[in-house]
């Protein structure tokens, strides 16, 4: 409603064009690891199962379990992945945008061509 409000008031098109974009949500805090939380939220589960970033968001998961449970396939750090992508161990590869988009061409080359 605050959103809403918010757009009749700075006459905002763009957030009455894409209100059913827009969910509410709960979350125990207003901090950035309570966004994990409210993604868990079946609600939001429902409205993101076709999307992007539900798949990344289930690569995650998967990665954490496997890093919970069996640590010694879960790799991270630049030198420990590349083995990995050497010796065809990698079934899913995270990269984060910072490093996919890095400013520095060699080293979005390197990543690029994991």
Do not use: C, W
Not at 31 to 50: I, N
Not at 55 to 75: G, I, Q, S, T
């Amino acid at each position: 409603d605050y959103m809403y409000q918010q757009a009749v008031k700075t006459d905002n098109k763009l957030l009455f064009e894409n209100k059913s974009k827009f969910l509410l949500v709960h979350a125990s805090s207003g901090f950035k690891h309570s966004l994990k939380e409210a993604l868990q939220d079946p609600m939001v589960q429902a409205r993101l199962v076709d999307t992007k970033a539900s798949e990344e968001v289930r690569a995650l998961e998967d990665f954490y379990k496997m890093l919970k449970h069996e640590p010694a396939k879960a790799f991270y750090g630049p030198k420990h992945v590349a083995m990995a992508v050497e010796a065809d161990a990698v079934e899913i590869l995270l990269v984060s945008d910072k490093l996919f988009r890095a400013q520095n061409v060699s080293e979005r080359k390197k990543y690029v061509e994991l």
